[in-house]
């Protein structure tokens, strides 16, 4: 008898819910608990985090992606051209715009350019996305970050660092982490606050808006508190940005 993981493409199992949402290998993706399966109308899973999975469907030859639950509820419809992976539990970066991935002369030197390759460990660029904009979104589907920004990315997990006017964005290879990351360089920047501080600097310099920040931070408190930041994993900028 054949081994019969070897019919599913991908599974993910709820113990609490007792349910699962997986794909047979190479076709349809369905739902399921003890007493019924039904077929969803999604062309791939991608992964799971807290619950939460990454879907896509093709339309006219273009991706389109969203977000689930494992319960089978859709949290986020299928309108962006691409989503990234669960951030700080309760946001998503999502795109809108040419999601592929080219090599380019051009951002090769502009690779070259920004990171100090002379004690090279591996490093090197591997292609440039295509145009598009940023913003985020959370677990309610609503817009926290407009879909406006040549960048954006969680700096703590409530705290966003955007970009507008920065270099094409760049996929390269880091030799330290043994990783693909995401890079911009160049630009203006601005910092956007979630929690109910509501604060949000103006355009500057990655200096200046930094500063801007951390002094309206530390105006909401009696105590003086710093702000210290934490970039997250998924992609980050601190190897990769310029000083106006």
Known sequence: MDNPIKLFDIVF????LKCSVFQMKGGKVYWANENEIRELAYDKIVDERNGMIRVCNRVNGVEKWGLIHVSGRE?????YDYMSPLLADHFVSVFIGDYTWDFEESSAELFDKYLDNN??????YKGTLGKGKWGMVDLENKTVVPVEYDWVELMDDRTVLCNVGGSPIIKWYDGETK???LS????LWKIISLNNLSIETGLGSYSEVKEEFESAYIRHFVQPVTFEYRSHEWQKIDKFYTEQ
């Open 75 to 79: 949290i986020i419809p299928l309108v």
């Open 184 to 187: 911009i360089a160049d630009g």
């Open 119 to 124: 004690s090279w460990n591996g490093d090197y």
């Open 13 to 16: 199992i709820s113990q609490s």
């Open 179 to 181: 990783k693909d990351t």
